[in-house]
């Protein structure tokens, strides 16, 4: 179907050609029917973009960037169901909660539930904070592709091996890592393709948390973002179910 921009329609052609899996050149010219310079134009400059990528044998296939656009489509979903699930994680816990999504090199607190009184680790919405230090920095970047996963390790203060060590346990801790005196659990909320795209985390005074925190908490913030991850599944079911009977 013509949009009258032909530029564009050819390249939903091949991003359409990708849906079904990674293609050499010469599948993507026979499956778009498109000429041959023509496909390589358009496949290298949607690369360019990040919209398509290549696999390890050199196959275009479908880029990061769809995948970070869908997640952007579901984040006001993700962000009505945070509320409720951040304030049943304080009251639970009893410390402050709060969900970061990453935005470059920051990661950014979209939603939180503080403890209402004595000492608390405040972190107000839409505060931005560095992906180099603290637990929820860890979990957004623990599931990264190797690259981006290596670069964003230059200057911060966990490496490799902790970053492993939040992979096989499914959550992250710290002490004092981005605060001294403040110690913090998060724990990734997947999309439904099971992208991580957000982190749930608790944190307060190591007075409270201990400098094991994890120990305490890991479990309840764990469920936490769960739950979220749950939600989002739900929807996105929700939401196919729909459009099948459009």
Known sequence: MSSGVGVLDKAAIVLGALESGPSTLAQLVTA????????????????????????????FVLGPRLGE????????????????????????????????RR??????????????????DSIPVGASLSMLAGSAAQVLLAWEEPDRLHRGLIG???NATTLSGVRRRGWSQSVGERE?????????????????IAAVSISGP???LSRQPGRLHAATV???????????????????EAHGHD
């Open 103 to 120: 935005q470059g090199d920051h990661r950014i607190c979209v939603s939180t539930a503080e403890r209402p009184v004595g000492l608390r």
């Open 180 to 196: 001294p005196g403040v110690a913090s659990v998060s724990a990734p909320v997947r999309s439904p393709s099971g992208r991580v």
């Open 156 to 158: 911060a203060a966990f």
């Open 32 to 59: 778009t029917g498109l000429a041959r310079p023509t496909a390589h134009r358009l496949a290298v400059a949607l690369e360019h973009h990040r919209l398509v990528s290549r696999d390890l044998q050199g196959r």
């Open 222 to 240: 764990i469920a936490g973002a769960n739950k979220l991850t749950e939600i989002l599944a739900r929807h996105a079911a929700a939401q196919d």
């Open 206 to 208: 190591i007075e409270r």
């Open 69 to 100: 656009l869908a997640a952007a489509a579901g984040e006001d979903r993700l962000l009505a169901a945070a509320g409720p699930v951040l304030g049943a994680l304080r009251d639970h816990t009893n410390e402050s909660a709060q969900l970061f």
